[in-house]
């Protein structure tokens, strides 16, 4: 349902979460290997989530990756959008492009509750919540 850039993003500042503070950073490198990621996949998210002010940063011997304690209350949902660039839970399974509760695909109304409801969800979990 969401991608594998998604799931790193959120394993991310989950475990970020768990070291809230400017004093802890942690480099990309070091990330990378506790999250068993490849170092230039998750650069390529980190800056990703930088820009738009999910995570903060700070370059120089004594930088790396940290989460303030305003960054804590940013949604789940909130970041699988950013990453993904859309709602992925409001496409359709299927991929049809005219798939909707008027013109339903096969399977529309089998999942369209449950994707509303893991919407709803992941726009109440916040980033703090997950550690």
């Known amino acids: ?3 594998n850039a998604s799931k790193i993003a959120i394993k991310t500042l989950a475990y970020l979460a768990e070291q809230v503070g400017t ?4 480099r990309a490198q070091e990330l990378a290997k506790t999250l ?3 170092k230039p996949y998750l650069s390529k998210i980190l800056q990703q989530l930088a820009a738009k ?5 700070v370059k120089g011997p ?3 990756f940290y989460l303030t304690h305003e960054q804590l209350d940013s949604t789940v949902m909130s970041v699988i959008i950013e990453v993904e660039g859309k ?3 409001g496409l359709c399974m299927l991929s049809f492009e005219a798939c909707n509760n008027a013109q339903p ?5 089998l999942v ?3 994707k509303e409801a893991l919407r709803k969800q992941f726009g109440t979990i916040t980033i703090g919540a997950l550690n």
Do not use: L, Q
């Open 87 to 89: 709602d992925r839970f």
């Open 23 to 26: 004093d802890n950073k942690t």
């Open 112 to 114: 369209y509750k449950e």
């Open 53 to 57: 002010g999910f995570v903060s940063s």
């Open 105 to 109: 695909c096969a399977i529309h109304h």
């Open 1 to 3: 349902m969401i991608s």
């Open 36 to 38: 068993d990621v490849p």
């Open 62 to 64: 004594h930088g790396g």
